[in-house]
């Protein structure tokens, strides 16, 4: 089933296909301080697909902290976090921020708490290859 999001403004949006219904998603809500100053809540399917899109490609801002190895993207009118991209091995991994889901699902669970500090760059990468949701498309989204 896909579901929709997109930042405040529209600029900024993702389609998630996930067959998991909402109450079975893990969502996350990591304790970094880029994570907690958006109150972000994450999740991801490996099993799934996540495409974004740049409705105005002039407001996608990409962001990158620790390891240097993901852009945040950010909307750089409303501000609004949409989600995350990686490239390993060719192949791109997104979450998204379920807070930017329009209209919000039902059932979404309470997100946990997670600490990824002190993680290496290596173990990041693994989580991410294994937890993170294949991108399929990053229209005027290009550059990684």
Do not use: K
Request: proline share 7%; hydrophobic share 35%.
């Amino acid at each position: 089933m896909p579901y929709q999001g997109s930042c405040h403004c529209g600029a900024l949006t993702y389609v998630y296909h996930t067959e998991l219904p909402p109450p079975e998603w893990a969502v996350r809500a990591c304790q970094c301080s880029f994570c907690r100053a958006h109150g972000a809540r994450t999740t991801s399917d490996p099993r799934g697909s996540v495409a974004f899109h740049a409705v105005q490609p002039d407001r996608l801002r990409r962001y990158q902290f620790g390891h240097r190895i993901t852009d945040f993207l950010v909307c750089a009118c409303c501000g609004v976090y949409i989600g995350a991209l990686t490239e390993i091995a060719g192949h791109r991994f997104a979450v998204i921020n379920a807070n930017a889901l329009r209209p919000p699902p039902a059932g979404l669970r309470a997100a946990a708490s997670v600490s990824y500090e002190g993680e290496s760059a290596e173990a990041r990468t693994d989580r991410r290859r294994d937890r993170w949701t294949p991108c399929t498309a990053i229209g005027g989204c290009e550059r990684l």
